[in-house]
């Protein structure tokens, strides 16, 4: 706040006119108010500049509502125009012409700017194309078909190879089995010709073995009743050269001259007889 004992700046001849004294003491009954001195000054000094003050009339006005006034001292003037109330803190002023020219020229400026650039990038893209573009159009998709055409038409041939390969593939795979089964089968026909060959052989040795045995027992058999039979055959003939030996011991004495002829015409029957027994039997005998 401005020393109410300070002197009133001099009087210039713009401020000593009417219509500027009338304008001072606006702006000192606009500052006077309550609401409007609560406001920021720098609020309330920009809003007398709006309004056409100078800023030594803002610094009078601001001199004036400063000073204690007395009941009926001052008199009051009437406002040429219509005071605006004061804004509270941080809310915007209503705006006048300056401002509103201002926003006008930066959104014209804005929308001839939007204008080109539209009418520089957008526009040619939004007229229908002619015929030359068309046609070039008509040949690249054309171009661009013949060229997938021939992709797939090279895909199509490297499947069908890829096709002919595996079921050729396929083909040997299911011939090898095939073989490989034949073998299986083959191995397991001479394994079961094997086992077979086998049976009837352990059948023929096992039939061998017991014709073996018979023949061991048929032979044995025939060996113990031929040694009996020789046994009975060497007793018998013990007895009879036995019997025989008596007979020529008594009959020695009494025909030795037939005897001394029949030996010297024949040989005795007792001497082959002898020359078959064995010795042993013979030591046995004695």
Known sequence: MADSNAPAPPARSDVSTPARTEMIQSAVSFLADPKVQS???????????SKGLTPQEVDLALAQASRPQSLGSAPQ???????????PPGQQYRR??????IMAVVSGTIGYGIFGLARRYLYPHMQPPNQTVLEAERDELAAKYDEVALHLEELDQTTEAIRQGLDEHQTAIE????????MVEHIRTREESRDKDVEKMKAE???MREEFSSLLNRARKGQIEALTDLQGEMKSLRTLMNS????????SSTAPAANASEGDSAP?????AAKGI???QLQEEE
């Open 244 to 251: 025989r030996g008596g007979l020529a011991g008594s009959s």
């Open 205 to 207: 040795v096992e039939e």
């Open 96 to 101: 006048d012409w300056r401002d509103w020219f």
């Open 39 to 49: 406001s920021p000054i720098s609020q309330r000094v920009s809003f007398l500049e």
């Open 77 to 87: 003037y009437a406002s040429p125009y219509p005071m605006m109330p004061a804004y």
């Open 268 to 272: 005795a029957p007792a001497r082959p």
């Open 175 to 182: 011939k090898s089995v095939v073989g490989v089964n034949e």
């Open 278 to 280: 064995p010795s042993w």
